[in-house]
């Protein structure tokens, strides 16, 4: 069955410095893949996906991801954190055969100053 | 813009109460999804539906229904709500593209209380 590790519950930075989110799934073929945002008190907001191509992917808000196939991994960058960037993150992988979506159980992200 | 409403942000129901959760979308997508959200457990999916009245159980259907009797709407019924139903609701929509696989567009979230 498919499923999505997120390991970190949480995770502070300092505003300015740089952060990885990582992402594992399980899954027998190649993953669409995906990373959410949640503000607090919102829904979800699509960052960047991933479906084929390139493996490295650009999203909004100046983050970024690598599809890393040996690894299973699906890890979100990003350079240079700003305190908006405070939010829950979430990585998602779909399955070729519906359109059902598996959620990881989110990372928090607390931006200091 | 694309667009996914929620009939409302907050909920206090009582138990025993039948409660019924209304989703809009406005872009013509084909399925639709309702999902809960409760901390540390990521989002996981309830019910969804991928045309007017067709529905199929998600991961955790138990004591809950759906509705979807027109393309724009999707309705969750909690017949009889219990407190262990507490919690956050996102509906969600996606277009069907045969051989492609597309992104779900969210609402905002119904924060359910069931005393």
């Known amino acids: 069955a498919q499923s999505v590790t997120q390991p970190d519950i949480h995770i502070t930075v300092s505003e300015g410095a740089s952060l990885e989110l990582r992402c594992n799934y399980s899954?027998?073929?190649?993953?669409?893949l995906f990373w959410y945002v949640q503000s607090p008190g919102q829904g979800l907001q699509l960052l960047l996906k991933?479906?084929?191509?390139?493996?490295l992917v650009q999203g909004i808000k100046g983050f970024e991801a690598e599809f890393k196939r040996s690894q299973s991994s699906f890890n979100l960058r990003k350079p240079s954190v700003h305190w908006s960037d405070a939010a829950e993150y979430f990585c998602?992988?779909?399955?070729?055969?519906?359109?059902?979506?598996?959620f990881g159980t989110g990372t928090s992200l607390t931006v200091i100053p | 813009d694309v667009k996914v409403t929620q009939s409302s942000r907050y909920l206090v129901k009582r138990t025993g109460e039948k409660v019924f959760l209304e989703c809009v979308q406005d872009?013509?997508?084909?399925?639709m999804f309702w999902y809960r959200q409760d901390p540390g457990l990521g989002l996981r999916l309830i019910y969804f539906?991928?045309?007017?009245?067709?529905?199929e159980k998600g991961d955790i259907p138990e004591g809950y229904s759906v509705s979807r009797e027109k393309k724009e709407r999707f309705s969750l019924i909690l017949e009889s709500a219990s407190t262990n139903q507490t919690s956050m609701y996102l509906c969600?929509?996606?277009?069907?593209?045969?051989?492609?696989?597309?992104?779900?567009?969210f609402g905002p979230g119904t924060r359910l209380t069931v005393l």
């Open positions: 998602a992988v779909g399955e070729h055969t519906g359109n059902q979506f598996y």
């Open positions: 872009m013509d997508h084909e399925n």
């Open positions: 969600a929509s996606s277009p069907e593209t045969s051989g492609y696989f597309n992104e779900q567009f």
């Open positions: 991933y479906f084929s191509g390139d493996t």
């Open positions: 899954y027998g073929a190649t993953p669409y």
């Open positions: 539906s991928y045309d007017v009245k067709m529905k």
